[in-house]
């Protein structure tokens, strides 16, 4: 007789190239479409919402992409359920100085909410320790399966990574939704501050990650 814990599928951690672009597209509108940060930055109660988030998701996965920054996923049999990017400390990304990712959010999202977000973007900047940590603009699970561990899962497999590189200090992320902190509080998170956006509060969290350490260990 089959049990379901004999049928039920591994998931596997992978890195991710230019061949897996459309899906994590797809598994991030999906993620950020309903979240407090995105419905505020790109107003959610003007129409064509949807668009402006489909768009900046594109343009942002586009960017990081091409300036071949670390992205991993979560695979289960053949499908990826899950994705995250990763900026890596030395990349001190300001988003304003990519001239070509502005003009095409301009075109994309509209002017509007591409002025927002760069301030938006600006402000998490100025509240980045010192020195410098990995961040994680972008992370989403696909809906379908959620509350199954692969969050988790991929947040882990991405502090691995952060700990493989010597030149950061930790690792940055920012919610809008509340029901997420106790789960990141959980992983060692904790509050660099908190940005006022409308009616609610964007937190900007942080945990260490200390590759020497990582490294002496290995040693002994």
């Known amino acids: 007789m089959n ?5 039920k599928p591994e998931p596997v951690i992978v890195r991710l190239d230019i061949t897996a672009l459309n899906e994590a597209r797809s598994i991030l509108y999906d993620a950020y479409l309903s979240e407090p940060t995105f419905q505020y930055l790109f107003n959610h109660r003007k129409p064509g919402y949807k668009q402006r988030v489909r768009a900046t998701v594109r343009e942002l996965v586009d960017l990081y992409f091409d300036l071949e920054q670390e992205a991993v996923g979560v695979m289960v049999n053949d499908t990826l359920v899950a994705v995250a990017f990763i ?11 990519q001239f070509s990712w502005r003009i095409r959010m301009v075109l994309t999202a509209g002017y509007a909410s591409t002025r927002r977000y760069l301030s938006y973007h600006e402000r998490i900047r100025a509240m980045l320790p010192q020195p410098l940590a990995h961040q994680l603009p972008l992370m989403g699970v696909n809906p379908k399966y959620q509350n199954r561990g692969y969050g988790r899962l991929l947040l882990k497999a991405v502090q691995r990574l952060c700990a493989d590189n010597p030149r950061g200090s930790g690792l940055v992320l920012d919610t809008g939704n509340n029901r997420y902190l106790p789960f990141y509080e959980s992983e060692g998170f904790r509050s660099l501050g908190k940005i006022r956006l409308g009616g609610f509060e964007d937190h900007i969290l942080f945990r260490e990650i200390h590759p020497e350490a990582k490294a002496t260990a290995a040693q002994n």
């Open 87 to 97: 900026g890596d400390p030395d990349l001190r990304l300001n988003l304003a100085d």
């Open 3 to 7: 049990s379901d814990s004999h049928n």
